[in-house]
């Protein structure tokens, strides 16, 4: 009888292992399930409500409505493009406010003033989309709805107001499906907003809610409620944040197939035992059963075995195909730094050649009237005037000096520099690319406005890199200004230190895109290089951990600003 009583109470714990097993694996599936289901309702949700976000940021860039806000436009015009897009997409509410408040155009039912203070207007105010839930009164209950808001931006970036769109998620809920498991939005009031239960529209979480007793059971969160014949009586709650609309969605998947099935593989389990412990008492075969489980055992140790053996190879396997993308990255990062090195020089050098005739130029008027004052020194000292030989020998060595700089400035230009980041005279560095292109200023008689200060001011960079870009700067604003015109520099400490660069030029055709390599404004075959000299300023700058850009400045002509980041006061004195 104790070994009928133990084999009772063991094929009751085996079965109720099994049903538990059974149990634990129809919620992981529910949940896989639900958590797809959830997925797709917030999708689903979230693409209606966009809608009505791209409706007002397509409105607010909209030139009928852009004038009407700017003092400039027919009211008449915009009211019938606001109330053909209100009659297309469905929406409750479109209006255009001024930054007062006042609609200036607007659908049917948008006629009253919006308090600017309040989201979602506030935020388009102030530059940004707003996005609000609310609810308003009417004689059937109280009607939901969803508000974004676009703000209308001036040329120069300011807004000049915004444009609101409302829906009512009545429209959402009345396409739901209808054998969809409960499903319910709350926002951040914890007041449900969207649902499709009836019953639970605009209930508190807190204090309307049906009552209900949550437990974790295998790491999924188990409702036992009171909902009704519509809401299950168990099921899994299943959450998801949706930040962007302020809400947070919920879904209740039943359980109540879970627990029948775990039941009933408890039951099939026990009567399996049952008849397999009749069969094995009747036969006695104990010592059957007990080679049978050596058996399983063994079967087991092996299969463990060859799964350990299999992944050690496996992971063996992934060591070496790791190592070696490692080892292929490396020489590729490699070929790319030297490929980006050989592009810089490249352009340094192409620049060297265009200026070529220009530098020739600067060497040759030196070299000339040297001659002439040591020829003139001669023939002083012949005729005893030995004051005014030591003149003209002043004069031929300040010549010197001066050819000395600019081969010295031309040879640290064509110097291929790759060594670390340090710190630089950026004064020197612009004096040094004045110099370069001198003589391009005065082929294309070009008016210079820059005053040196009278301190340096030092940066983190590579000189010769740093001087690369500030003739980059200078040679294309004097290829853009043609014959003429005036380039301006200006140099500003702080952090970070901003170099200007501005021409009097047509401008940028198109700034977005004049960092781009091969990009250049130039007619094609033309000698003035292939567009990448502000490609390569670009790397450059990047590389020193600062910004450059380029825009079109308000009084004409293009403006370069680099930023560059400043050096340790302390370390720039050592």
């Not at 030297?338 to 040759?364: C, P, T």
């Not at 952090?495 to 990009?519: E, K, M, N, T």
Request: aromatic content about 6%; hydrophobic content about 45%; glycine content about 10%.
């Amino acid at each position: 009888m104790a070994r009928i009583f133990t084999f009772l109470i063991v094929a009751l714990m085996m079965a109720g292992s099994v049903g538990w097993t059974v149990y634990h694996d129809r919620l992981d599936r529910m949940a896989e399930r639900g958590e797809a289901d959830l997925s797709l309702a917030t999708d689903r949700v979230a693409a209606q409500l966009y809608r009505y976000r791209e409706l007002a940021v397509i409105l607010s860039r909209h030139p009928d409505l852009q004038a009407l806000l700017a003092g400039g436009g027919d009211a008449t015009v915009a009211d019938e493009v606001v109330q053909s897009m209100a009659d297309m997409t469905g929406a409750a509410d479109v209006a255009v406010v001024d930054p007062d408040g006042r609609i200036v155009a607007g659908s049917q039912g948008a006629s009253v003033a919006r308090d600017p203070a309040l989201a979602p207007l506030a935020r388009a105010l102030s530059g940004a989309l707003g996005t609000q839930s609310e609810t308003a009164a009417a004689a059937d209950g109280p009607n939901r709805y969803f508000s974004f808001a676009a703000p209308v931006l001036r040329p120069d970036g300011s807004v000049s107001g915004a444009v609101m769109t409302r829906m009512e998620v009545s429209q959402i809920e009345d396409n739901w499906p209808g054998d969809a498991p409960p499903v319910f939005f709350t926002d951040r009031t914890g007041q449900v907003f969207i649902t499709n239960r009836s019953d639970l529209i605009l209930a508190d979480r807190v204090l309307e809610f049906p009552a209900y007793f949550d437990r974790i059971v295998g790491g999924h969160d188990i409702w036992q409620l009171d909902g009704g014949r519509y809401l299950p009586s168990h099921a899994i709650h299943l959450v998801r944040d949706m930040p962007t609309l302020n809400l947070t969605a919920e879904m209740l998947i039943d359980t109540s197939g879970a627990f029948a099935g775990a039941v009933l593989w408890g039951l099939i389990t026990a009567g399996a035992l049952m008849t397999f412990g009749a069969v094995l008492f009747f036969v006695q075969q104990n010592r059957m059963v007990l080679a049978h489980r050596l058996a399983v055992e063994a079967e087991a140790n092996a299969r463990l075995e060859a799964r350990v053996s299999e992944r050690t190879q496996e992971l063996t396997a992934a060591n070496t195909a790791l190592t070696r993308e490692v080892a292929e990255r490396k020489e590729a990062q490699a070929a790319l730094q030297r490929a980006q090195a050989d592009l810089v020089q490249a352009g340094k050098l192409s620049a060297l050649g265009q200026m070529s005739a220009g530098i020739s130029h600067e060497l040759n008027q030196p070299l000339m009237a040297i001659r002439s004052f040591a020829e003139n020194g001669e023939a002083y000292f012949e005729r005893g005037k030995p004051d005014i030989a030591r003149e003209n020998l002043a004069k031929i060595s300040e010549l010197a000096r001066r050819m000395g700089r600019i081969i010295q400035n031309l040879r640290a230009f064509a110097r291929q520099e790759s060594g670390p980041i340090t710190d630089v005279d950026l004064v020197g560095v612009i004096e040094a690319a004045l110099e370069v292109t001198a003589d391009k200023q005065r082929r294309h008689d070009v008016t210079l406005d820059w005053r040196s200060p009278q301190a340096p001011v030092i940066v983190k960079g590579g000189e010769v890199r740093l001087q690369q870009v500030v003739v980059n700067l200078l040679s294309n604003a004097i290829d853009a200004m043609g014959q003429g015109g005036c380039v301006s520099i200006s140099l500003t400490p702080g952090d970070p230190v901003q170099l200007s660069v501005r021409d009097s030029g047509p401008g940028i055709a198109d700034p977005d895109r004049v960092f781009d390599p091969f990009y250049s404004t130039k007619s094609p075959g033309s000698a003035e290089g292939m567009g990448l000299g502000l490609s390569i300023s670009y790397g450059l700058v990047q590389g020193f951990g600062g910004a450059i850009r380029g825009a079109n400045h308000p009084e004409g002509g293009a403006i370069f600003t680099v930023d560059l980041l400043p050096s340790d006061p302390k370390e720039a004195a050592a």
